[in-house]
């Protein structure tokens, strides 16, 4: 069965740095589109980055862009989001999710889109 196992998630100060990692097992990864979301305190899970499955094109939510980076290592089955300059108001559960099908350059940021999930990883952002 599909499994996405994240790592890479912990307590950082302002302004620190994380890269999240999400290897993808029982599936042809090169053939889903990948995604990262997050839900904080007491908030919706919400879009935070996603990816292609040609690895072409990505696409940010506004908070995070020119902050986050996604990328994909299609020979490791792996799925990455840097993120830099962290803020307090990025603490929350970092999951990540692989939808198939699709344009393979369209990036795709509809939560509904992506069937399977990992089980997070919590990122905590200290002022």
């Known amino acids: 069965q599909v499994q996405l196992i994240e790592s890479g998630g912990g307590l950082v100060q302002a302004g620190g740095s994380l890269r999240l990692s999400c290897v993808a097992s029982?599936?042809?990864?090169?053939?889903?589109?990948m995604g990262w979301f997050r839900q904080g305190p007491g908030k919706a899970r919400e879009f935070v980055g996603g990816?292609?499955?040609?690895?072409?094109?990505?696409a940010y939510a506004d908070s995070v862009k020119g902050r986050f980076t996604i990328s994909r290592d299609n020979a490791k089955n792996t799925v990455y989001l840097q993120m830099n300059s962290l803020k307090p108001e990025d603490t929350a559960v970092y999951y990540c999710?692989?939808?198939?099908?699709?344009?393979?350059?369209?990036?795709?940021?509809?939560?509904?889109?992506?069937?399977?999930w990992g089980q997070g990883t919590q990122v905590t952002v200290s002022s």
């Open positions: 029982g599936l042809t990864f090169n053939t889903y589109f």
């Open positions: 990816i292609s499955r040609n690895g072409g094109s990505t």
């Open positions: 999710a692989a939808g198939a099908g699709g344009i393979s350059s369209v990036v795709y940021t509809r939560s509904t889109l992506y069937p399977y």
